[in-house]
């Protein structure tokens, strides 16, 4: 597998997308707009609507799609995904305006120092056991941030969600296209944001390239398309929160000796892990770690991490360095390394990695 290694530029990145939209409503910015975006909102358009279909990497829409497609012929250009790649870091980031430094939503699975605990964020339960662990998520609580939303909206400005996880819980991606339509036929300026879990769902389960992909991917590039027929005086953006890959799965605990000089089990994801080592155990750690996967990932001490600045840049969360393990090992190239063995076996489009399919996304974009 030939890959290319990519860094996220947040100075072209999801989080200055974000800062876009915030600059287009007058109101303050957390760092730099996204220069390829702003002569577009400079247009002072009535209905900007920016959906975020999850995985739709540049790769996933010049491989599935016709050339001559709807999305293809709009492709303003490209630019960068958060790291780690992955849903949970760059959801929030396009929520925010943040970079994952500063909100602290790190990857699927993260270790909150305030109660000495892996979670998996999105549901809220404890990484090993899938035991709930607190009523309210514990994310939000410790990791809480300001939304470009709530903030559109608390200065008299008009925004609003379609979402799957936001009233009025749209469960089908039709259903969240009419919701689209009934909100841009509102009177005065708006921001919409819409996501979709697809085709990332797909993706992960039957590779970036079978035939069920393409036949997701071409429904969503069609629905858009009719839909923007129906609109007037609107900004359509489509882009991702990042792409994908396909990869071979291996499980962290066939692994007796990297296994052994852990703490924890990792954190963040499967091609994005945090490591928590043993103190007198990290030589032991970095040879095995090395000797065993050395060509496929790249294995970064903390301090190497921070000094890269790879979750960004700007006032880091209180708690962003303790959440941090004495490690970081990265994919490179086509191989995941997994918590269990289920999962290993399970998935075979993966993110979060530093390979070009995983961190470049598309901006689309379409004005009626």
Not at 23 to 38: E, I, K, V, Y
Not at 249 to 267: N, Q, S
Request: include cysteine; aromatic fraction near 12%; charge should be negative.
């Amino acid at each position: 597998m030939q890959t290319k290694t990519i860094y996220p530029d947040y100075t072209k990145s999801i989080v200055n997308l974000a800062n876009s939209i915030l600059q287009a409503w007058d109101l303050p910015t957390h760092g730099r707009t996204l220069a390829l975006l702003d002569p577009y909102l400079a247009n002072d358009y009535e209905n900007v609507v920016v959906f975020l279909l999850d995985g739709l990497g540049k790769c996933i829409v010049e491989r599935n799609l016709e050339k001559r497609g709807f999305f293809n012929t709009h492709l303003a250009g490209t630019f960068s995904s958060t790291f780690p790649s992955t849903t949970v870091a760059a959801m929030a980031s396009i929520d925010s305006g943040l970079a994952p430094c500063e909100h602290g939503w790190l990857g699927w699975d993260c270790y909150f120092p305030q109660i000495d605990r892996n979670v998996t964020v999105y549901s809220n339960t404890d990484t090993e056991t899938g035991e709930k662990v607190a009523k309210e998520s514990v994310a939000w609580k410790y990791c809480g941030y300001s939304r470009v939303i709530q903030r559109i909206n608390e200065a008299g400005g008009k925004g609003y969600y379609v979402t799957p996880f936001t009233p009025p819980y749209p469960t089908t991606f039709e259903e969240s296209c009419e919701l689209v339509k009934v909100y841009c036929k509102k009177p005065g300026r708006k921001y919409i944001y819409c996501y979709c879990d697809e085709p990332d769902r797909v993706m992960h389960f039957t590779g970036c390239y079978s035939d069920e992909t393409k036949q997701v991917v071409a429904s969503l590039e069609s629905r858009i398309e009719a839909l923007t027929a129906e609109l007037r005086d609107t900004l359509i953006i489509i882009t991702a929160d990042h792409g994908q890959v396909d990869s071979k799965g291996v499980c962290i605990r066939d692994y007796p000796v990297i296994w052994g000089c852990l703490e924890r089990i990792p954190t963040f994801e499967p091609r994005a892990l945090n490591l928590f080592v043993k103190k007198d155990r990290r030589d032991e750690f970095e040879r095995a770690f090395t000797g065993e996967f050395g060509q496929k990932f790249l294995l970064l001490p903390k301090e190497k991490v921070l000094e890269m600045k790879l979750f960004g840049c700007g006032n880091e969360h209180k708690d962003f360095r303790d959440m941090l393990g004495d490690y970081l090992a990265v994919a490179v190239a086509d191989l995941s390394i997994f918590k269990t063995h289920a999962d290993a076996e399970k998935f075979i489009g993966v993110h979060a990695g530093l390979t070009e399919d995983e961190m470049i996304i598309p901006l689309i974009i379409v004005d009626v």
